[in-house]
């Protein structure tokens, strides 16, 4: 992934998506985060822009992801904002509503409502990102050239265990989990063989953030949650790997976690 590339994160929020931005920006890379509220994201995209020493490394905007078009528009605005770079990675963290409920006290709008953020976002999150690496010349350029070792563009899911299995008062995060990972998996074989590395990554166990803190407040034992800078790590490695070698489904859990 050469520099000047830009990167998308969409649910750029503190934990994952900020520290996939700070990797990224700290590699030269400009960063656009997303998410749906500007209250916090224009404070993470400014503490990552000093980290960097360059205060336009990193944009934020605040984006409905259930909404075809304020995501197509914000596409444009990055595009404008970055002239001098290429779209060329994109992260979609948006988790959704992780909910545990009894299974008969779950409601249509329960369902319907994780499913339009972590299903129909992708969609429209993924369509867009992809029409526009088809809109590049570098598209037409990686087409003609089967030599090529390097991706086009890479598309990278945030998923979860539930995406393997159901557990009990799960059903509704599960459900859209389950259906994510397979979407990705349809993406991965159309667009793997046109240049995009799909990949869907599995965080078995809980990420070590603020909002954990604060529901479960107390002293966690050394290496039983996963840390936010090293999951960003291994998706920054994997946006390197070469077309031989590509990666869909990585698990990552800490070493303490039960499998």
Known sequence: MAAKKIVVILGAGPGLGQACGRIFASKGHPVALLSRSMDRLEQLSN???????????????????????????TFK?????????????????????????????????????????????????????IRSLQQQSEWQEWQKDANVTTSVGNLFFT????????????????????????????????????????????LDGMVDTERL???VPGDF????????????????????QKRSVWAFETDLRPAKEKW
Request: aromatic letters at 10%; hydrophobic letters at 35%; proline letters at 3%.
């Open 77 to 129: 605005k990055i595009a404008k904002d970055f002239q001098d770079a290429k779209i060329h990675t994109a992260i979609y963290n948006a988790g959704g509503l992780f909910q545990i409920k009894a299974f008969l006290d779950l409601t249509e709008n329960d369902y319907r409502n994780i499913y339009n953020i972590q299903v129909i976002g992708a969609l429209h999150f993924s369509q867009t990102f």
């Open 221 to 240: 034992e050394p290496n039983s949650r996963l840390k936010p800078d090293d999951i960003a790590q291994v998706y920054y490695d994997t946006a390197q």
């Open 47 to 73: 503490a990552i822009n000093k980290e960097v020493g360059d205060e336009k490394r990193t944009r934020p905007y605040a984006v409905d992801v259930t909404k075809k078009e304020d995501i197509e528009n």
């Open 213 to 215: 803190k604060e529901m």
């Open 159 to 202: 998923g979860a265990t539930s995406a393997l299995r159901g557990s009990a008062k799960m059903s509704s995060f599960s459900h859209s989990s389950f259906a994510l990972r397979s979407m990705t998996q349809s993406i991965a074989r159309e667009f793997g063989p046109q240049g995009i590395h799909v990949a869907h990554f599995i």
